[in-house]
């Protein structure tokens, strides 16, 4: 009668019903109390399943092999020789182990590394196809842009397989436009000389303020941008109160406030063609404002590309598109008439955001300032960087091409370089202010005979060659206070100077009364 798990004669046998082994009581309790199975044969037992079995108390027999020393120490080898028996076993069973512990890290160390490749092949083969895609023209029979109504895209925008959206691109009908756009107007360049109605530089010398207009609301002061439709003589502002206004200059009425955008406008451009003004504000938006003939303007589009702020806007010689760059690093081609983003230029990163942009005259350069203190400049036709200039301290605030089409003013809060587009060189710098006062608007007027400067007041210097020095025509304060002027814009011919400061006034600087009328058909000094 022997237990089947210790091997010994029970001093206390119990009988499965289940199985019919016997076993030593208190270790099959113990087992089915962990359990609750048969050791042996691993089907469910229980307390009850187990009978006492009857036996004689007896004084059990000591074994022969312990009646003897010899005896004794065969006992002892034995149980030393299973015991290295079962540690040997052991030392098998880890080494196994171990080793099949090895070949299953190194298999999944293969598979990380074959799904690592597989990923790189997949994003460079998405990076070929939208390369592709954006290079194939856009058939004329092919599907109309999607449209924008009252703000509103009529079919979401697609999506790429990388998770970006596809733009369908500047196809070759469009090129050829901008080509032939650049061809004319260089043509025109050469012959064009300066206006006799151009307002002479001891004209100038004489402005003074002649109007200021409270324009934007008291509780967030402050004009951040200006331009002016020359064709009508009316200027549009934006400010930090979240408003653009329209002013008829030669009335002084104010023509409409457009109101949408819910954070500062940084940016805003006149289309006169098609009488629209576009809007690029703080709140990552851009919106296209239709005018009518009553001088009201509602919104057409409202473009959400961007992923920060919206810093400049730029409208192309043609009229029929612009760019928008933001501080999400990126900048957008558009058509206007759509108001869909041919294509963005750039990966959206926080950092080297874009703070200014502007178009050159002939419409195929393409000059954006970033917060990282650099000039760069664009083919607008294959959207590839072509130059960079450094050398600012800060970031770039503001940039404007001189029509002779080879000058370039950035402004930033080192002061203003101009630089020679020919040899892509920095043949001047102007530091109007000391070292703490940032320059904010730089600004050629039309016939490129001007430069005007803002920051703590209003610079005005008349425009030489590369040798030449540019002397300084006039300052004119800053009227408002607060010594940011932020914006400067030149009316039509010079004959007067729009400034945007950080007050809610617009200010117009000119010759007053009829003294401005007397010196109007003088011929500009030479």
């Given at each position: 009668?022997?237990?089947?798990?210790?091997?010994?004669?029970p001093?206390?046998?119990?009988l499965?019903k289940?199985?019919g082994?016997?076993?030593e009581r208190r270790?099959?309790?113990?087992?089915?109390?962990?359990?609750?199975?048969?050791?042996v044969t691993k089907?469910e037992?229980?307390?009850?399943?187990?009978?006492?079995v009857?036996?004689?108390?007896i004084v059990?027999?000591?074994?022969l092999?312990?009646?003897?020393?010899?005896g004794?120490?065969?006992?002892?080898?034995n149980?030393w020789?299973?015991?290295m028996?079962?540690?040997?076993?052991l030392?098998?069973?880890?080494?196994t182990?171990?080793?099949e512990?090895?070949?299953?890290?190194?298999?999944?160390?293969?598979?990380?590394?074959?799904i690592?490749?597989l990923?790189?092949e997949?994003d460079?083969?998405?990076?070929?196809?939208?390369q592709a895609?954006r290079?194939i023209p856009?058939s004329?029979?092919?599907p109309a842009?999607v449209?924008?109504?009252?703000?509103k895209r009529?079919?979401?925008d697609?999506?790429?397989p990388d998770?970006?959206k596809?733009r369908?691109?500047?196809?070759p009908?469009?090129i050829d436009?901008?080509?032939?756009?650049?061809s004319m107007?260089?043509?025109q360049?050469?012959k064009?000389q300066?206006?006799p109605?151009?307002?002479p530089?001891?004209?100038?010398e004489?402005?003074t303020?002649?109007?200021?207009?409270?324009?934007?609301k008291?509780?967030?002061?402050?004009?951040?941008?200006?331009d002016?439709?020359?064709s009508?003589?009316?200027?549009?502002?934006?400010?930090?109160?979240?408003n653009?206004?329209?002013?008829?200059?030669?009335s002084?009425?104010v023509?409409?406030?457009l109101t949408g955008?819910?954070?500062?406008?940084?940016?805003?451009k006149f289309?006169p063609?098609?009488?629209?003004?576009?809007?690029?504000?703080?709140?990552?938006t851009?919106?296209?404002?239709?005018?009518?003939?009553?001088?009201s303007?509602?919104?057409?589009?409202t473009?959400k590309?961007h992923?920060?702020?919206v810093e400049?806007v730029?409208?192309?010689?043609?009229q029929k598109y612009f760019?928008t760059?933001?501080?999400?690093?990126?900048?957008?081609?558009?058509?206007?008439?759509?108001g869909?983003?041919?294509?963005?230029?750039g990966?959206a990163?926080?950092?080297?955001?874009?703070?200014?942009?502007?178009?050159?005259?002939?419409?195929?350069?393409l000059?954006?300032?970033?917060?990282e203190?650099?000039v760069?400049?664009?083919?607008?036709?294959?959207?590839?960087n072509v130059?960079?200039?450094d050398?600012?301290?800060?970031a770039?605030?503001a940039?404007?091409?001189?029509?002779?089409?080879?000058?370039?003013?950035?402004?930033?809060?080192?002061?203003?370089?101009?630089w020679?587009?020919?040899?892509?060189?920095?043949?001047?710098t102007l530091s109007?202010?000391?070292p703490d006062?940032?320059t904010?608007?730089v600004e050629?007027?039309?016939s490129?005979?001007?430069?005007?400067?803002?920051g703590?007041?209003?610079?005005?210097?008349?425009?030489?060659?590369?040798?030449?020095?540019?002397?300084?025509?006039?300052t004119l304060?800053?009227l408002?206070?607060t010594g940011?002027?932020?914006?400067?814009?030149?009316?039509t011919d010079?004959?007067y100077v729009?400034v945007?400061s950080m007050?809610?006034?617009?200010?117009?600087?000119?010759?007053?009364?009829e003294?401005?009328?007397e010196?109007a058909p003088?011929?500009?000094?030479?």
């Amino acid at each position: 009668m022997i237990c089947a798990i210790s091997g010994e004669v029970p001093e206390e046998p119990v009988l499965s019903k289940n199985s019919g082994l016997l076993f030593e009581r208190r270790l099959i309790e113990r087992y089915i109390e962990d359990h609750a199975r048969c050791p042996v044969t691993k089907e469910e037992l229980t307390m009850d399943d187990l009978v006492a079995v009857k036996t004689n108390k007896i004084v059990k027999p000591r074994p022969l092999q312990a009646a003897s020393v010899p005896g004794l120490l065969g006992m002892f080898q034995n149980e030393w020789d299973a015991l290295m028996l079962s540690n040997f076993a052991l030392e098998q069973q880890l080494h196994t182990a171990r080793q099949e512990l090895s070949h299953a890290l190194y298999q999944h160390d293969a598979a990380c590394r074959v799904i690592a490749r597989l990923k790189k092949e997949r994003d460079e083969s998405r990076t070929l196809l939208a390369q592709a895609e954006r290079q194939i023209p856009i058939s004329a029979a092919g599907p109309a842009p999607v449209a924008i109504t009252n703000g509103k895209r009529a079919l979401e925008d697609e999506v790429g397989p990388d998770g970006k959206k596809m733009r369908p691109g500047i196809n070759p009908v469009m090129i050829d436009e901008l080509t032939e756009c650049n061809s004319m107007l260089s043509a025109q360049r050469k012959k064009r000389q300066v206006p006799p109605s151009l307002a002479p530089i001891d004209a100038l010398e004489r402005y003074t303020q002649i109007s200021s207009h409270p324009l934007h609301k008291t509780n967030k002061p402050g004009i951040l941008s200006i331009d002016i439709d020359h064709s009508k003589d009316i200027i549009a502002t934006g400010g930090i109160d979240t408003n653009a206004v329209i002013f008829d200059r030669p009335s002084g009425q104010v023509l409409g406030t457009l109101t949408g955008h819910s954070k500062k406008i940084t940016s805003l451009k006149f289309v006169p063609r098609d009488e629209l003004l576009i809007t690029g504000s703080a709140d990552k938006t851009v919106r296209i404002w239709q005018g009518s003939k009553d001088g009201s303007y509602s919104c057409r589009h409202t473009l959400k590309d961007h992923g920060a702020e919206v810093e400049a806007v730029t409208v192309h010689a043609t009229q029929k598109y612009f760019v928008t760059a933001s501080r999400d690093n990126t900048w957008c081609f558009y058509d206007i008439s759509t108001g869909s983003c041919l294509t963005q230029v750039g990966e959206a990163s926080g950092q080297d955001g874009y703070t200014a942009a502007a178009f050159h005259p002939d419409g195929l350069i393409l000059g954006t300032g970033t917060s990282e203190a650099v000039v760069k400049i664009w083919d607008v036709k294959s959207q590839s960087n072509v130059a960079k200039f450094d050398g600012h301290v800060g970031a770039v605030t503001a940039m404007s091409f001189s029509e002779n089409g080879y000058f370039l003013a950035t402004a930033a809060v080192d002061g203003v370089k101009l630089w020679d587009l020919r040899k892509l060189r920095n043949f001047r710098t102007l530091s109007p202010y000391d070292p703490d006062t940032p320059t904010s608007s730089v600004e050629f007027d039309f016939s490129g005979n001007y430069l005007a400067v803002a920051g703590a007041d209003i610079r005005v210097y008349q425009v030489a060659n590369v040798k030449s020095e540019w002397n300084l025509v006039k300052t004119l304060p800053d009227l408002s206070g607060t010594g940011k002027a932020t914006c400067v814009k030149f009316g039509t011919d010079a004959k007067y100077v729009a400034v945007g400061s950080m007050d809610r006034n617009l200010r117009i600087f000119g010759l007053p009364g009829e003294e401005q009328m007397e010196e109007a058909p003088q011929s500009p000094a030479k």
